[in-house]
């Protein structure tokens, strides 16, 4: 099996070149699996929350309206449930959301590090020593963009620290090649505003604009409350500390990178280089 990790800051166009990547393996004739953010992902919890038995079974009885997509949106993590709750059909601002699905996410900063740590560690480490029917494994951002941003924005570790943890996600001398492809931007700004402009809600009592979301993510978080961020120039100067993070993890891995820029913002331009290379 090949695993591709597609990584780059919001609006590089992951989730699109994932898909992109996915149909090209297809026509091929070959198995390919995908995950995004959000998935009940083989390695990542982001989006996800973390339940007891008993917890799960009182979510079951209070979103009874959506118990199926809920139910679907679920797997067992040993003794505990995982869900992908921004799948299950609740508007984000249902007061659900916030009393039971929010409290018991994994990412922002809700689990003490080591038990973030350890959790995917173990992820991975099961992913890397089971077998797999499919050819090609596709993740989109749960490699770099996840692990870095919770470790800076919740947790204010070093940057050695970081490094040292995201390196040791994969495991040495394993049987499946794995391959990155890192979607880089040389302004930082630019991509931002744009994702921004493109991400606006359609429903603001259901949805907050993207733009917002991430605002108050970063103020809210340890990072933001040692930086004083308060504004969109905080945003910008986050993300750009995130892309040089990156950079660095990206020198020191050893297995196959391919950084591939898109300073005109040609998609297509930019597909077809990626399919050269695969």
């Known amino acids: 099996m090949k695993l591709i990790l597609i990584e780059g800051i919001p609006g590089s ?24 953010e ?34 679907h949106h679920t797997k067992r993590l040993g003794a505990q449930y995982v869900v992908g709750y921004t ?14 699905f929010e409290p018991k996410e994994v990412y922002g900063g809700r689990v003490d590090a080591e038990v973030f740590i350890d ?14 029917d499919e050819d090609i494994a596709i993740f989109e951002c749960a490699y770099l963009q996840n692990h870095v941003n ?3 924005l919740m947790y204010d570790y070093d940057e050695e620290s970081i490094i040292r943890y995201v390196i040791g996600l994969i495991p040495k001398g394993s049987k499946i090649d794995v391959e990155l492809i890192y979607l880089d931007n040389e302004n930082v700004r630019e991509t931002i505003e744009r994702v921004a402009a493109e991400r ?8 907050d604009d993207w733009i917002d979301l991430v605002l ?3 103020k809210n978080s340890r990072y933001g409350e040692i930086n004083k961020c308060s504004s969109l120039e905080d945003v910008y100067t986050f993300f750009d500390k995130r892309v ?3 950079h660095k993890i990206l020198n020191q891995l050893d297995f196959p990178v391919h950084v591939i820029n898109n300073p005109g913002f040609d998609f297509n331009l930019r597909l077809e280089k990626i399919k050269a290379i695969l």
């Open 244 to 246: 040089k993070l990156e």
């Open 216 to 218: 108050d993510y970063i």
């Open 13 to 36: 166009g992951k989730t699109t070149l994932a898909e992109n990547i996915k149909q090209h393996y297809e026509a091929n004739g070959m198995r390919v699996v995908k995950y995004q």
């Open 119 to 132: 959790l995917h560690q173990k992820l991975w480490s099961d992913f890397f020593g089971s077998n797999h």
């Open 38 to 71: 959000g998935d009940l992902h083989p390695v990542d919890l982001a989006w996800c929350s973390l339940f007891s038995e008993e917890e799960y079974d009182h979510v079951l009885i209070e979103c009874s309206e959506v118990k199926e997509a809920l139910i």
């Open 150 to 152: 919770e470790m800076m």
């Open 200 to 207: 606006v809600s359609s429903d603001k009592s259901k949805w």
């Open 87 to 100: 799948n299950i059909g609740l508007p984000m601002k249902d007061p659900r959301i916030k009393t039971y």
